[in-house]
Every structure is written in structure tokens, then in C-alpha cells.
């Protein structure tokens, strides 16, 4: 994967290895069919789309850096050295369409970062840790 110059939180660039959203349908599947079902799909869908393409997970040598939002931005970065522990979640429909939830600890109890309906969270936990 070519490596695509990123900008973090505190105006440093560097070079980002992996960069990453959420999966739009395989995130959540069966969330699509019922609101398509619902006849709701047609106001969600376009909502959901928008969401997905303004998340990023980037990870680089250094540090990993979360970024979200449309009109206002949540940035959020993470030396990699200060990573305490990463947890993957993955239901039987997330394990099939092979996505789930990564949640990424540095200090305290909470987690830094959340992100729902990742492709590939094993992949992702492989490379942070």
C-alpha cells in the first residue's frame, strides 16, 4: 500500500502506513436491510455513507491518529508507544462479513479511540500492537 502524507493534531506531517474507515454495508448489515425494509433506508443511507467516508483510522510509524466529522472535527492522536491495549469485538455477522469494533486504550479506564464496523480489526489490532 503506498504510503500518503497526513498532517496529525499537532501540525507535525508524516508519512501514513494504513488508513482506514468504516465499511459501509458489511458494517452492519442487517441495520441496512431493516431501515431498507422500513422504507427509512432512503434518508439513513446517504447519512451513513457521509459518515463512513469522514472517518479515518491512520497508522503510521510513530503514532496513530483518528479523525471524524463533517463541519466540525474530532482529532484525536496516540503515540503508538503510549498504547496500552487494543480491543477487537466482532459479533457473528461482523466475523462472516469479516468487520468489528476496534477500541484503542492508552491511560486511564475509557478508551482514546472507538470505531464501529472496521473492515479487518484483527489486521489493524496486528498493526498497532
Known amino acids: 500500500m503506498p504510503?500518503?502524507?497526513y498532517s496529525s493534531?499537532?501540525?507535525a506531517e508524516y508519512n501514513a502506513d494504513y488508513i482506514v474507515g468504516p465499511a459501509v454495508f458489511r458494517g452492519s448489515p442487517m441495520r441496512i436491510v431493516t431501515l431498507c425494509y422500513l422504507g427509512l433506508?432512503?434518508?439513513a443511507l446517504p447519512v451513513w455513507l457521509i459518515v463512513?467516508?469522514?472517518t479515518r483510522l491512520s497508522i503510521s510509524e510513530r503514532e496513530v491518529y483518528f479523525e471524524t466529522g463533517v463541519f466540525s472535527k474530532i482529532r484525536i492522536g496516540i503515540q503508538r508507544d503510549d498504547v496500552?491495549?487494543?480491543r477487537v469485538h466482532q459479533s457473528l455477522l461482523q466475523r462472516l462479513f469479516n468487520t468489528g469494533d476496534v477500541e484503542i486504550y492508552s491511560a486511564g479506564d475509557a478508551p482514546e479511540i472507538t470505531l464501529r464496523g472496521l473492515p479487518d480489526p484483527v489486521a489493524i489490532r496486528g498493526l498497532i500492537g
Do not use: A, D, V
Request: charged letters at 25%; aromatic letters at 14%.
Open 52 to 54: 463512513s467516508k469522514t
Open 84 to 86: 496500552r491495549s487494543i
Open 41 to 43: 433506508g432512503l434518508f
Open 3 to 5: 504510503e500518503t502524507q
Open 9 to 11: 493534531e499537532y501540525g
